[in-house]
């Protein structure tokens, strides 16, 4: 009879310790899952619509001021659009403008409705009031936007608003 009590005290042990063992597992892989998940991230950052901005402006364009090899900028592109100049080869800056804006915002930021962003909008006005361009494109009636607003240091009141809708 000995020997049965120690056999049912070692099997009630083995017991409450695989009991201790499958709790501290499952305690465990709880913590692993709260760990292991992603924080909420906004699809765009605001320091992304920033940079992007920033680079826009530095793109050289395909708008030549008084040779073939006097390139403007986005930026410089901007200025000429807003005097109504021509480039070089005659064509208007205002149109290479919206070309080229058009074409680096839709390789960038892939709009469209079945895409991850719905759409944008990238003005310049000039004193918070002249609406010198406006560039709007897919659905920007969502409340979910980041952009950012970057006044010219080049001239003063002129500001670059840019945001991406999603």
């Given at each position: 009879m000995a020997i049965?009590?120690i056999?049912?005290?070692?099997q009630e042990?083995?017991?409450?310790f695989?009991?201790?063992?499958?709790?501290?597992s499952i305690?465990?892989?709880?913590l692993l899952?709260?760990?292991?998940?992603?924080p909420?991230?906004?699809?765009?950052?605001?320091?992304?619509?920033e940079?992007f901005?920033?680079?826009?402006?530095q793109?050289?364009?395909?708008?030549?001021?008084?040779?073939?090899?006097d390139y403007?900028?986005?930026d410089?592109?901007?200025?000429?659009?807003?005097?109504?100049?021509?480039c070089f080869?005659?064509i208007?800056s205002?149109?290479?403008?919206n070309?080229?804006?058009?074409?680096?915002i839709?390789?960038?930021?892939?709009?469209g409705?079945?895409?991850?962003?719905?759409?944008?909008e990238?003005?310049?006005?000039?004193?918070e009031k002249?609406?010198i361009?406006?560039?709007?494109?897919?659905l920007?009636?969502?409340?979910?936007s980041?952009?950012?607003?970057?006044?010219s240091?080049?001239k003063?009141?002129?500001?670059v608003?840019?945001?991406?809708?999603?």
């Amino acid at each position: 009879m000995a020997i049965n009590k120690i056999k049912k005290k070692g099997q009630e042990e083995l017991v409450g310790f695989a009991l201790i063992i499958i709790l501290v597992s499952i305690i465990l892989l709880v913590l692993l899952g709260f760990s292991l998940k992603k924080p909420n991230k906004e699809i765009v950052e605001s320091y992304e619509a920033e940079s992007f901005v920033q680079s826009l402006l530095q793109y050289t364009s395909e708008c030549t001021k008084s040779s073939e090899t006097d390139y403007l900028s986005v930026d410089e592109l901007i200025f000429s659009c807003t005097n109504r100049e021509l480039c070089f080869n005659g064509i208007e800056s205002c149109e290479i403008l919206n070309s080229t804006l058009h074409n680096l915002i839709e390789k960038s930021w892939e709009i469209g409705e079945n895409n991850l962003y719905k759409g944008y909008e990238f003005i310049v006005r000039q004193d918070e009031k002249n609406l010198i361009f406006p560039l709007v494109t897919g659905l920007t009636n969502t409340t979910n936007s980041k952009g950012t607003q970057y006044s010219s240091p080049r001239k003063k009141g002129v500001e670059v608003i840019f945001n991406v809708y999603y």
